[in-house]
């Protein structure tokens, strides 16, 4: 750590305050502007929220159903929007050094958040053995032995991306990995962390042999007679995650900076980071000192690294901007997956009689260390799946704030809030708490949920419109790297409660699906709500942060479909700076 850093931040900003100005006003300051952008098509969601059902409200511009955008340009100093309106508005701030960029008709919004993301792992992710989409133990056998090919004997071969539930229903036979890759040490993780994979070699150096006692350690996977299968899960990743060679400051400073790139090209101008723990922290306070986040990040620190969250229990949270770096949350799991049946339910599993999952401490969830931050003044993120275990996640959380009255303005989050009762739902406007969903979890899950929920049960699963009923502020994001990071694959997720392949057939829980609007508040507006924001970004205002995204497409006037999936994002300017521009289309020559 080093304290003299975590709060050296400047006050670069709040000059930047005085240039507040309105749209249509007229008066104005004699300085230029520094970026304009025109011919755009701008929605600037500076009208009021949709009632719960998702009609807009009388103030948006929209007219029978039809929806128009409400300014064509936007005029930029320093990392403030000036000026948004009309053409000839905007070009009255244009000087001899602006810079103007004709956006030929595309769309702006303001600056998309992804709300819950794994950054350190998706920059990692860019250096491993990709398993996403494979459908059988033997397809990600194939995959490694592309790398291990060439690998040395005595090489570690990291993966990430095999389907929890997949492999939960179909697991590998015992020995398979350790047979195809006797010289090297593989380690394939799940989609989403909450499974291991690895070949003898790995699970020697963590301890995990033939001779372990099955009750000493939950989640290990055994074959018949005892013998490890290689797959973990729950808890018992932490095992294989402990052996792991471990990363440099400098390594995985340049992973973020890698995964940032990454999510500026899909439009993305903050991202929710849940779950950093001091090395990540100090990666990130190493690119904040040389002003190299491309983007702005919102870090919850990690319940886990307990050396960590004592610290900064002692310090209090770091509310600054200035340097596109907040820590201001923490981020604890509750309970489990649903795909390896970690996740905590009031009932038996449907296709598991007896069993429930698993929740609390006995899943890792430390009391004491997460109550005392949030007295300290940070904002509870917490990872909870099963309708158990939002339940108790949301009885924590409200005896917390019963004995420390201060900590009921924090605005915590229940990070997925997947499976809900109809009773717990309603709390979470009662108590003000977030549910920070992820849209592709509802379609990625679809085919299996039922079997594990149970017809009546799953109503209540990735249940967004419930949850807008109930008054409840919903901020969406990925989950990466377990699923993509296009927006557009979450705005159609959300909009649509189908999948990528179109398969015809009833949307998955289709009265759950939402507008436009909301699907795009959740992650614009609504999501600096979360993360105290909602002065500064959110909304295309002169005097807020010039974070804005434009895309290739409208999707309030293009209807959802594969236009949607082919869409991108032309640019991702964040605080006035562009983050990422795509590459002018080419013109084949006649």
């Not at 304290?3 to 004699?30: H, K, Q």
């Not at 949709?50 to 807009?56: H, T, Y």
């Not at 133990?137 to 060439?150: C, M, P, W, Y």
């Not at 702005?296 to 886990?304: E, I, T």
Request: charged share 20%.
């Amino acid at each position: 750590m080093r304290p003299a850093s975590l709060f050296a931040r400047g006050l670069g900003g709040l000059a930047a305050l005085l240039l507040l100005t309105t749209i249509g006003c007229n008066t104005r300051d004699p300085e230029s502007a520094d970026l304009i952008l025109h011919n755009a098509r701008v929605y600037t969601l500076s009208w009021p929220d949709p009632d719960p059902d998702g009609a807009p409200h009388s103030r948006a511009p929209v007219r029978d159903g039809e929806w128009r955008h409400d300014a064509t340009a936007v005029a930029i100093r320093g990392d403030r929007i000036m000026w948004v309106g009309r053409e000839d508005g905007a070009m009255a701030w244009r000087g001899a050094n602006t810079r103007v960029i004709d956006l030929e008709g595309a769309t702006v919004i303001p600056g998309l958040h992804d709300s819950h993301g794994h950054v350190g792992e998706l920059g990692a992710a860019i250096n491993k053995v990709d398993l996403v989409g494979v459908r059988t133990a033997a397809e990600a056998i194939a995959r490694v032995r592309r790398v291990a090919d060439t690998a040395p004997a005595g090489t570690w071969i990291l993966g990430q991306g095999w389907d929890d539930a997949l492999f939960e229903s179909r697991p590998p036979m015992a020995g398979a990995l350790s047979r195809a890759f006797p010289e090297h040490l593989v380690y394939l993780r799940s989609l989403h962390g909450f499974g291991g994979w690895a070949n003898d070699s790995v699970l020697a150096r963590a301890g995990i042999t033939d001779s372990t006692p099955s009750d000493s350690v939950q989640g290990i996977v055994r074959a018949r007679g005892g013998r490890p299968t290689g797959i973990v899960k729950n808890r018992a990743v932490a095992l294989l995650d402990a052996v792991v060679p471990p990363l440099t400051v400098d390594v995985a400073a340049r992973n973020i900076r890698q995964a940032l790139d990454s999510l500026a090209r899909a439009g993305y101008t903050m991202v929710h980071d849940a779950g950093v723990d001091s090395l990540h922290l100090e990666a990130y306070l190493k690119l904040a000192d040389d002003a190299s986040l491309p983007i702005r990040v919102y870090a919850m620190l990690s319940a886990r690294d307990v050396g960590l969250a004592r610290w900064w229990t002692g310090s209090g949270p770091d509310t600054s901007t200035a340097r596109r770096l907040t820590i201001r949350s923490v981020k604890a799991y509750y309970d489990g997956s649903l795909g390896v049946r970690g996740a905590r339910l009031l009932a038996d599993y449907a296709d598991s009689a007896g069993y429930r999952g698993v929740s609390g401490d006995r899943y890792g969830f430390d009391t004491a260390i997460v109550s005392a931050l949030m007295r300290a003044g940070f904002q509870a993120s917490i990872h909870a799946i099963g309708d158990a275990g939002n339940r108790e996640t949301l009885d924590f959380l409200e005896r917390v704030m019963r004995v420390s009255s201060a900590t009921r303005s924090l605005r915590h989050r229940v990070e997925h809030a997947q499976v809900l009762s109809a009773v717990d739902a309603q709390r979470f406007a009662a108590l003000q708490i977030t549910a920070s969903m992820q849209p592709p979890h509802a379609v990625e899950d679809a085919p299996w949920a039922e079997e594990r929920l149970g017809p009546t049960r799953v109503l209540g699963a990735y249940a967004w419109r419930t949850l807008r009923r109930a008054g409840a502020t919903l901020a969406f994001g990925s989950d990466f790297p377990g699923s993509g990071i296009s927006p557009w694959y979450g705005f159609y997720a959300a909009v649509t409660r189908r999948d990528t392949s179109e398969t015809p057939g009833e949307p998955f829980v289709p009265g759950e699906r939402l507008t436009v609007e909301e699907t795009i508040r959740a992650y614009t507006s609504w999501a600096a709500w979360a993360t105290f924001n909602e002065r500064s970004g959110g909304v295309i205002v002169a005097g807020r942060w010039a974070d804005l995204t434009v895309l290739d497409l409208d999707p309030f006037t293009t209807p959802p479909g594969r236009a949607w999936l082919a869409a991108g994002v032309r640019y991702t300017v964040v605080g006035g700076q562009i983050a990422h521009a795509a590459p002018a289309p080419t013109v084949s020559a006649r």
